[in-house]
């Protein structure tokens, strides 16, 4: 996937989690589409790549957010180099096993934001950030992401069935 | 190559992990107490690039939903639409009731005027039933013998004559109209004081017959009953002259006649239960 891939596909991730997703009613339980794009497209790239591409969506997404500059490029640059690393020893195409994997990312994701932002700006409370914030979005955003991978695998099962 | 960068390209991946995360954290630390030029100038680059793709898909979005819920008002109309048609037909009907109920009203009032004015005692009766076959103008009144109600007692209304009891039961009585064929009453034209026979009509309602053929009848003259004969007291208005008929060679002219009583809407009636009085009426009632 070339640069106008990871274009197009960031494009529509800001979309999707700037205007649809809000516009569909999804509110407090938002899929993290931004980390999504972030473990589609680096599982087939190498860590260089995956790591740059990290940081550039996690950029993006702190750029629409209201956290500071850097929190989620921080993360997603480690997400992307571990994606990167992992994919060849751990690829599945087993949905239980990619749930899983999904649900570790964002969870582990969220806990190294969580690490952040206590260093950086103040110590949220543990125990209910984790209850109302990273585990449930985890959950979604694993649960989305298998809607995604199934919606892309589609077209690819309607050709083979033919 | 110099040495460095072998040393770069051999270590490319932790290096470009490390540089990204030092970008980050640098990034980060330069926001801790307050944001700097730098980050608010890429802050600023990155939304102005973002910023037109949220623009036109909130467009589209919006688009989208403005149709939708045209759509979704557009179904909630229909069916307010359909629900406030079947109010106002419930309305309709309630309103049909309701002007039913005044004009029944209207009709009692009047005739309670009648029997607070009248000088003979009256009973009140509902038409309860019209007479089965054309050949005959009768009605059934539900009152009847248990009411004091008897054979040739005068029925009117506060229009005037309707005719006269012809059958009685306990509970019910039969009354011939003033139109049926074979009822007669003794009629007198308020205006000439002459007299004649009203009897009924299939074809015009009620004819005056026997009217002397030099006496001064007019067209609008209006009819009351004379008080002879001994069943209908003197004075109640019985209609209006609608024609004058003059046949050459017959001793008397005859005049079709409008009753005042309009007997297709005939609803209520009273019974006068003592026409002993024959006098007053004219001056009294009607």
């Known amino acids: 996937m070339g640069f106008w891939g990871f ?32 473990c589609l497209l680096t599982v087939r790239l190498g860590p260089e790549a995956a790591t740059l591409q990290g940081f550039l969506i996690g950029l993006c997404q702190d750029a ?7 929190l989620r490029a921080f993360a997603y640059s480690l997400l992307g180099f571990a994606i990167a690393r992992l994919s060849r020893n751990v690829y599945t195409d087993k949905p239980f096993a990619q749930f899983c994997f999904l649900l570790g990312g964002t969870t582990l994701t969220g806990l190294l934001t969580l690490g952040l932002v206590a260093f950086f700006l103040e110590m949220p409370p543990l125990l209910p950030t984790l209850l109302w914030v990273i585990v449930p979005e ?25 | 190559m110099s040495p460095f960068f072998r040393l770069l390209a051999r270590y490319r991946r932790g290096v470009v992990l490390t540089t990204t995360l030092i970008v980050a954290f640098l990034l980060l630390s330069l926001q801790v107490r307050h944001e700097r030029t730098v980050v608010t100038a890429v802050r600023q680059a990155l939304l102005t690039v973002l910023s037109p793709p949220i623009t036109i898909a909130a467009l589209a979005v919006q688009g989208v939903r403005d149709v ?32 039913e109920q005044a004009l029944e009203t209207q009709r009692l009032q009047r005739l309670l005027a009648l ?17 089965a076959t054309n050949w005959f103008k009768t009605v059934l ?16 209304t506060p229009d005037g004559l309707v005719g006269r009891v012809v059958e009685v039961t306990p509970t019910a009585s039969k009354v011939q109209l003033l139109t049926d064929p074979v009822s007669a009453a003794g009629g007198l034209l308020q205006r000439t004081r002459v007299t004649g026979i009203v009897v009924g009509s299939f074809a015009v309602g009620a004819r005056v017959r026997y009217l002397p053929l030099m006496a001064d009848v007019g067209v609008g003259d209006e009819v009351v009953t004379s008080g002879m004969g001994g069943v209908f007291p003197k004075g109640i208005p019985i209609g209006r002259i609608t024609a004058v008929e003059r046949k ?8 079709t006649l409008q009753p005042a009583v309009n007997f297709s809407r005939l609803e209520e009636a009273m019974v006068l239960m003592d026409p002993a009085p024959r006098e007053g009426f004219e001056a009294e009632g009607w």
């Open chain 2, 68 to 99: 939708w819920t045209g759509y979704i008002d557009l179904r909630a109309i229909r069916q307010e639409n359909l629900r406030l048609k079947g109010e106002v037909a419930v309305l309709k009907r309630r309103i049909d009731q309701l002007a």
């Open chain 1, 64 to 70: 629409l957010s209201g956290g500071p500059l850097g």
């Open chain 1, 138 to 162: 985890g959950l979604v955003t694993a649960t989305f992401g298998l809607l995604v991978l199934w919606l892309l695998r589609l077209p690819q099962q309607m050709t083979q069935t033919r």
């Open chain 2, 141 to 156: 009144l539900d009152r009847g013998s248990a009411d004091g109600v008897r054979r040739n007692l005068p029925v009117v």
């Open chain 2, 248 to 255: 050459s060679g017959a001793l008397f002219q005859e005049a």
């Open chain 2, 115 to 131: 029997h607070q004015a009248a000088p003979v005692s009256l009973i009140s009766a509902r038409v309860i039933g019209k007479d």
């Open chain 1, 7 to 38: 274009a197009a596909g960031l494009t529509l991730c800001v979309i999707g989690q700037a205007v649809l997703l809000p516009s569909l009613g999804a509110g407090a339980l938002r899929p993290d589409c931004f980390l999504l794009l972030v």
